[in-house]
């Protein structure tokens, strides 16, 4: 099973810069990779997600702000966050689109994604 870890999550007044890490295991398949978030009473949202082709696709909240990519000797995910917002509070997740299939949603929707990491809080004030 694909196991997926993230880390560096934390509280930055509104204009600083954060970098979120996901470490992942097990992965075979690799459709793509992405970025999520939650905020209390809102639907998990999409942010940005790696095919395996290595193109990007970014939500429009974010683009230019965030920056997705990947460490394949490290098997990390990252999503660098700078310019950060108020309305970038949230709890981020990284998630893996990893099985075999014919025909898969769009790697921007949380339908592409079966496996999810546990959460890492971000705050800014």
């Known amino acids: 099973d694909v196991q997926l870890v993230e880390s560096g999550g934390g509280s930055v007044q509104a204009g600083g810069s954060l970098t979120l890490a996901c470490e992942f295991s097990?992965?075979?398949?690799?459709?793509?990779m992405g970025w999520f978030r939650q905020a209390p009473g809102k639907e998990r949202e999409g942010l940005a997600a790696?095919?395996?082709?290595?193109?990007?696709k970014y939500a429009d909240s974010v683009k230019g702000r965030f920056t997705i990519s990947q460490d394949d000797e490290e098997n990390t995910l990252y999503l660098q966050m700078s310019d950060l917002k108020p309305e970038d509070t949230a709890t981020y997740y990284c998630?893996?689109?990893?099985?075999?299939?014919?025909?898969?949603?769009?790697?921007?929707?949380?339908?592409?994604?079966?496996?999810w990491g546990q959460g890492t809080q971000v705050t800014v004030s």
């Open positions: 097990g992965s075979t398949y690799g459709n793509c």
């Open positions: 998630a893996d689109a990893d099985y075999h299939a014919s025909w898969r949603p769009s790697c921007a929707s949380e339908d592409a994604y079966n496996y």
């Open positions: 790696l095919y395996s082709d290595g193109s990007v």
